[in-house]
């Protein structure tokens, strides 16, 4: 395919939602809102491998406060919908959250059922508060009504992907936050995105 063609396709397949610069002010400001919020405190963010990762590593950066990070890894049985948010742990945190803040860092909240399980999970185990931030917002897809404290951006009902989030473990290293508008055609060729790795 030639090269002009091919970039004709790229921008039908996906496109920009939020760009690198637009993320990296945003997580700024998070961080320092939640400095601000835990003045004298020690809080652990909690995040969900993989699609928090990236965020995560930002975001603690940009809070100028001792956090600890810490992190879970959960599978879902088939799609959250299907499986009402069954959830498995695969890899849970080491430590005693009991009497600490912690705060649960997402990189999207969709229909919320994810949240819902792990919510209820931590707050089983007694820690002194629980509080949720995430990078997007989908908040038309909700099922389960849950209101994160901290959010990035508010996210149209559209499938995302970049600075975290994958397509089958793909893309998660897009420094941007691309929104998909062919996920047929992205499944059959994922090298459609390719040039975006290259723009890093
Ligand atoms: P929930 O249980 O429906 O809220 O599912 C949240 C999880 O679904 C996230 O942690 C992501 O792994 C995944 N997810 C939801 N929407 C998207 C998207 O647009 N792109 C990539 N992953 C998504
Ligand atoms: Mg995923």
């Known amino acids: 395919m030639g090269s002009l063609l091919r970039s004709a396709v790229m921008t039908e397949v996906a496109s920009v939602l939020f760009g690198r610069e637009d993320i990296r002010s945003r997580v ?12 004298g405190r020690e809080p652990i963010l909690i995040t969900v491998l993989k699609g928090g990762a990236v965020f995560l590593a930002d975001l603690m950066r940009a809070t100028p406060l001792s956090v600890e990070p810490h992190f879970m890894a959960i599978s879902r049985y088939g799609d959250a919908e299907e499986s009402l948010g069954r959830v498995q742990i695969l890899l849970d945190v080491d430590i005693d959250i009991a009497g600490r803040d912690v705060i649960l860092v997402e990189d999207i909240v969709d229909t919320g059922l994810t949240l819902r399980y792990l919510l209820g ?10 509080e949720v931030c995430t990078l997007l917002d989908k908040a038309v897809r909700r099922i389960v009504p849950l209101a994160p404290r901290y959010v990035g951006f508010e996210c149209p009902d559209r499938f995302v992907v970049g600075y975290g989030l994958d397509v089958q473990e793909r893309f998660r290293n897009l420094p941007d936050i691309l929104q998909v508008d062919d996920l047929v055609a992205l499944q059959a060729d994922p090298s459609l995105l390719a040039p975006r790795f290259a723009s890093a």
């Open 28 to 39: 700024q400001a998070l961080g320092r809102t939640i400095a601000g919020d835990y003045v």
């Open 121 to 130: 999970v931590l707050r089983a185990r007694g820690p002194s508060s629980l």
